[in-house]
């Protein structure tokens, strides 16, 4: 059997290693825009090839699907998606593991993630509001945040999936710090304008959400246009440094409990989380009419407002999420895409290893807001020892040059997974392999990670808050104001937002509207 992947990042090396150790023996072929050392290593010892390749062009990769001669494609990452690889792909007759571009709009834009959430009644909502343009936004919020109080407290995001970047959350409590408060959310807006400038492929530019507070939590599915089976639970950690602080990353880390289930979310909360999945991808399939084949996940939050809430959706597994359900994997993934794409993933028992993971990404320093001095710098890695130690090694944003070198690429370097009975005990794993000094830079430049990601601290915080939302949701719940949001208003009295927000839909021609059911 010969299989294509693409991507090149620490989720794609995790791939080709469950595709590698099937019992089909399969030839790995591989396409990415950097040579992957770890990719590399796997495409040659099992007698396949490997190219670079924009992996946005749709023509190319097909092209390079039907010269190998493959049996099927495996993307990885989002954007071949958004960029329609999928549908050229099978337009030449070869199956392919991933969405398609209509049914990748899920991730796309989180505008149209939102609309179709609200057009169908879907659970776990968010109000929110898009604007095509900066001076829209502003002009808007102004006239409006006095009579919209969640306006004030918001999370500020890029309307389309960029990678992780621009997500602000600001709350606006304190009355003495307001104006100072609505200049960041300016000076923000129009970052976001600038940064979706390059954009062109969707119009909303600007995606204002209601702030709420809770743990989150990554739920990814296989998914084959009839069944959605859902895989253990992973918590991502997306700020650079401890305690959650400093820049958002693409991902600093995650972690599993054993099973399904983190430690601070209960089977129910997992089964309603899966609701919401498998109803976002009946919808799409059915407004699109496509078939939807390859991976889903939903990054969500357990919230006071809604229980279980979806925050994002990704049309293909996270990284570094990924990394962690892929090396849990005991059924053999081949079997599972066989499966994918004959709508017959009912059929196959998909089992997962009863054991803890955590996986913690290695960075270079100036990483993720000056990649340009975190680039070009040569990496050394002590493999013998990072085994030695219980741990797997998945390469990432590096580049192996053609006199043998491995050059950093400005992100993530590797990525480190361990096993556990506990997270605790396989972020120590970790962290007794990285003080060993396993991965460096011989120009001496400097790498940093998260000790923190699995610890017994941090989910000690997570389970504490998870409790404390569970108490206020599930009060809600039997009150019969589950997803009920109202605000009051001096001088104005009781304001329902959500019936405020439908006149504004259906009033406004045009340019920015608030968005409801």
Known sequence: MRIMGIGGGSREHALAEAIARSAHEPKLFWVSEDRNFGIYRLVKRTGGEYALAKVTDPLKVAS???????????????????????????????????????????????????????????????????????????????????????LQNVALKPARQAGGKGVKVIEDAQIYLHNEKSRFKQRHMRWLEDYMSEYTDIEDKILVEEK????????????????????PLVQDNKHAHEYDIGPETGGMGSYTGKGLLLPFITREEYERSLRIVKS???VVQRETGERYHGFVAGQMMLTEIEGPTLIEMYSRLGDPEGVNVLAMLETDIIDIFEAIINERLSAVKIRFSDVATVVKAVAPKGYPDFRDIAKDH?????????????????????????????????????ELLAFGETPQEASQRIEDCLVEGVVRLSDGWGLFHRSDIGSREMIRKRTEIAERVRRLYTYRERMGILGKRVDWI????????????????????????????
């Open 490 to 517: 001096p001088r104005v009295g009781k304001v329902d937002p959500v019936k405020e927000l439908s006149h504004e839909l259906f009033s406004c021609v045009g340019g920015g509207s608030y968005e409801s059911g």
């Open 280 to 282: 976002m991808v009946d």
């Open 212 to 231: 709420v507070w809770g743990p989150e939590y990554t739920l990814q599915c296989f998914v084959d246009g009839r069944t959605v089976i859902g895989m």
């Open 378 to 414: 040569p990496v050394e890695v002590n493999e013998t020892l990072i085994e030695k130690f219980g741990c797997r090694l998945y390469w990432g944003s590096v580049h192996l040059d053609d006199s043998g070198k491995v050059l950093t690429r400005g992100s993530r370097v590797v």
């Open 64 to 150: 390079l699907a039907e010269q190998w001669g493959v049996d099927m494609v495996v993307i990885g990452p989002e954007e071949p998606n958004f960029h329609g690889v999928v549908d050229e792909v099978e337009q030449r007759g070869i199956p392919c593991i991933g969405a398609r571009k209509r049914l990748s709009i899920l991730e796309m834009s989180k505008a149209e993630m939102r609309r179709i959430q609200w057009r169908y009644g879907i659970s776990g909502k968010l109000l929110f509001k898009t604007y095509r343009s900066y001076m829209e936004a502003i002009k808007d919020l102004e006239e409006h945040s006095e009579l919209l109080s969640w």
